[in-house]
């Protein structure tokens, strides 16, 4: 059975976010909505024959310069079991009901599952539309990513499975002094002009301060802190990160220039770490790793850097498509105009996670 979630009714709510905390990623948290302001936010989930929701959906909606048309986008949904066929009927009849109320040209959903798989597989059967083989910065969401596994793990072990010059970089930043500091909003003074400092020198946009204000309050003190590194008074890198269900996601990232050689971002990623590992996560997302089969391309760095630490590269299957209104969509989609109207659209100051 499809419901539609309303936000004013507080017990479906919060069956809602337990169902997706169990299953999914914060991207499908109600909390998300709220980081959204430009975009509009729909949940619905699907009841089993013993009323037990066995999937979940969040999709937001961005109108579009199109004659009234918009774009709906489920970020690393839809959650629940996948070989659930009644299940996953439910939510595209859902998205397709939303579509309609809402003038919508597509449908774009990015779930977190393997390529090739049998989720993959039940979604292509549902009707959606697979684009495979999609490289780096042309999907929603990153493709490749860099995952620590944490579950049954100390921090000696964890150290252990660092790399030498990542181990010896760590120590360095302890031996110089290197004090990082846990905390929220009050920090943004000190972090945010070394992400605009980050943005200049990398050569991405960064997001407005408004919105990490609306991150770390949507999801409040427990689940998103801000990390921040001085180095003889000075701040010289900071980050903020967030725990939800099992993973610990590393979101932003930015450094200064100067004091580099005080190693920060080591101390910066152990402390989260140890935050990860104190919260009962399973894994530690340190976000993309762009280009990370090119050592000649210049974003190669971000992967060398995440590779010290000891995880793995995990792809996930990319994005699949329902195309509501073709001809709406194809203008979206295709040609120069159609890309900068999806830029336009989409566009959500989208620095990849993880520039050091």
């Known amino acids: 059975m499809l419901v539609w979630v309303d936000r004013a009714d507080k017990a479906l709510t919060a069956e809602y976010e337990a169902f997706v905390e169990e299953w999914g990623s914060f991207f499908q948290s109600l909390a998300w909505g709220e980081v959204k302001e430009n975009w509009r936010a729909q949940a619905l989930l699907s009841r089993g024959e013993d009323g037990g929701v066995r999937a979940a959906a969040q999709v937001l909606i961005r109108p579009l310069p199109l004659a009234g048309r918009a774009l709906l986008y489920c970020p690393r949904g839809p959650v629940g079991d996948w070989g659930d066929r009644a299940a996953l009927d439910d939510l595209t009849e859902g998205f397709a009901r939303l579509a309609e109320r809402e003038r919508a040209c597509l449908l774009k959903l990015d779930p977190l599952i393997a390529p090739g798989g049998p989720e993959a597989a039940a979604l292509q059967s549902a009707g959606f539309r697979h684009r495979p083989g999609v490289g780096d910065y042309r999907t929603l969401q990153p493709r490749f990513g860099y995952l620590l596994p944490l579950a049954g793990r100390g921090e000696e072990e964890l150290l252990a499975g ?34 605009e400092e980050t943005g200049r020198r990398d050569g991405f946009v960064i ?72 919260g009962g996560c399973a894994v530690y997302d340190f976000g993309a790793v762009p280009h990370f089969l090119e050592p000649s391309h210049p974003a190669y760095g971000i992967y060398r850097f995440k590779k010290g630490f000891g995880g793995r590269v995990t792809e996930w299957a990319g994005e699949f498509d329902w195309v509501y209104r073709p001809l709406s969509a194809a203008l979206l989609q295709g040609g120069q105009r159609g890309v900068q109207l999806a830029q336009a659209a989409l566009r959500a100051g989208r620095g990849w996670r993880g520039r050091e």
């Open 162 to 195: 660092f790399s030498q010059k990542c181990r010896y970089n760590l120590r360095q930043a302890l031996k110089k002094g290197v004090e990082c500091r846990l905390g929220g909003a009050e920090g943004l003074d000190d972090f945010y002009p070394l992400l």
């Open 207 to 278: 997001r407005p301060r408004a919105y990490l204000e609306r991150l770390l309050r949507a999801f409040g003190p427990t689940r998103c802190r801000l990390f921040l590194c001085r180095w003889q008074g000075r701040p010289v890198s900071g980050a903020l990160a967030l725990r939800y269900g099992q993973t610990a996601t590393y979101l932003y990232g930015a450094s200064s220039s100067w004091g580099r050689e005080s190693m920060p971002n080591y101390l910066m990623q152990w402390e989260m770490i140890r935050w990860a590992l104190a």
